[in-house]
T-cell receptor, first 114, second 114 residues
Framework: DTAVSQTPKYLVTQMGNDKSIKCEQN?????MYWYKQDSKKFLKIMFS???????INETVPNRFSPKSPDKAHLNLHINSLELGDSAVYFC?????????????FGPGTRLLVL | SQQGEEDPQALSIQEGENATMNCSYK?????LQWYRQNSGRGLVHLIL?????REKHSGRLRVTLDTSKKSSSLLITASRAADTASYFC??????????????FGEGTQLTVNP
């Protein structure tokens, strides 16, 4: 009954590899996000999808490509991984409109690029 | 883009004491939210205060908002060791479709010593 889940929880890989992180939410929310949290805990938005449509695309290298097969899923594919990609990646979701505008976060995926 | 700044960066107190964290921001907001992040976990929403509200309470939490000074504070009363975590403020802008975007502060690391 996890609200927002991410897989894998940990990802250790070599520079140059391609990897994917998956996110699923069972809250019935319309909007999903990807955030990157660096070693100083600074949280920066990367992408947002609303009903499978990309609505926020920050200045992220095009090696990062989000994909939303349906509104309950938002995956993140990363090509040609670099050392600087090492971080914790959080998925989040939100119900569009309404009184509550809070975001619900997944547990994070800790990516380490060697 | 606006960026929240939190003060202090780190706070260490004894159990039973009150903890106050401050957040400043730069642009007009629709609301301001506070989140908690336990070590190795995702962010959890604590409380939301709207731009037309000045104070809000939830259990041992008290949040104030001063839009003239573009600042907010989070007070945790009668702190417990379990309150040890990082606390982030996040602002939702007042205009446009980017209203679904949250900009997070840099966080305050709170340590409550038993």
């Amino acid at each position: 009954d996890t609200a927002v889940s991410q897989t894998p929880k940990y990802l250790v890989t070599q520079m140059g590899n391609d990897k994917s992180i998956k996110c699923e939410q069972n809250l019935g929310h319309d909007t999903m996000y990807w955030y990157k949290q660096d070693s100083k805990k600074f949280l920066k938005i990367m992408f947002s999808y609303n009903n499978k449509e990309l609505i926020i695309n920050e200045t992220v290298p095009n090696r990062f490509s989000p994909k939303s097969p349906d509104k309950a899923h938002l995956n993140l594919h990363i090509n040609s991984l670099e050392l600087g990609d090492s971080a914790v990646y959080f998925c989040a979701s939100r119900r569009a409109g309404g009184v509550q505008e809070t975001q619900y976060f997944g547990p994070g995926t800790r990516l380490l690029v060697l | 883009s606006q960026q929240g700044e939190e003060d202090p960066q780190a706070l260490s107190i004894q159990e039973g004491e009150n903890a106050t964290m401050n957040c400043s921001y730069k642009t007009s907001i629709n609301n301001l939210q506070w989140y908690r992040q336990n070590s190795g976990r995702g962010l959890v929403h604590l409380i939301l205060i709207r731009s037309n509200e000045r104070e809000k309470h939830s259990g041992r939490l008290r949040v104030t908002l001063d839009t003239s000074k573009k600042s907010s504070s989070l007070l945790i009363t009668a702190s417990r060791a379990a309150d040890t975590a990082s606390y982030f403020c996040a602002t939702a802008p007042s205009k446009g479709t980017s209203g679904s975007r949250l900009t997070f502060g840099e966080g305050t690391q709170l340590t409550v010593n038993p």
